[in-house]
């Protein structure tokens, strides 16, 4: 019987701790995920300009290739991911 009642009282001071809330959680994983798209986002480019930099120089790569709609997928991503 003792051993019981120490298994329960590991449990319950195991959980015992900080507990999150649904919407803190859910704040979290959007986080999370507007993170990984913006690294995403950045790798892509990166890789895309290595290839084409011996053409163009870095800075024209971004001006020639890039627009502004390519900056907002991350928020697309994530707003969908909701």
Do not use: C
Not at 22 to 29: D, K, P
Not at 41 to 52: E, G, N, P, R
Request: a positive charge; charged letters at 20%; glycine letters at 8%.
């Amino acid at each position: 019987m003792k051993s019981l009642s120490m298994d329960a009282q590991k449990t319950q001071s195991r959980h015992s701790g900080m507990r999150l809330r649904l919407g803190e959680r859910r704040s979290i994983m959007f986080l999370g995920d507007f993170v990984i798209a913006w690294g995403a986002l950045f790798l892509a480019i990166y890789l895309w300009a290595i290839s084409d930099v011996s053409t163009v120089g870095l800075f024209e790569f971004l001006q020639l290739r890039l627009r502004t709609w390519f900056f907002l997928l991350p928020f697309l991503d994530a707003a969908a991911g909701r």
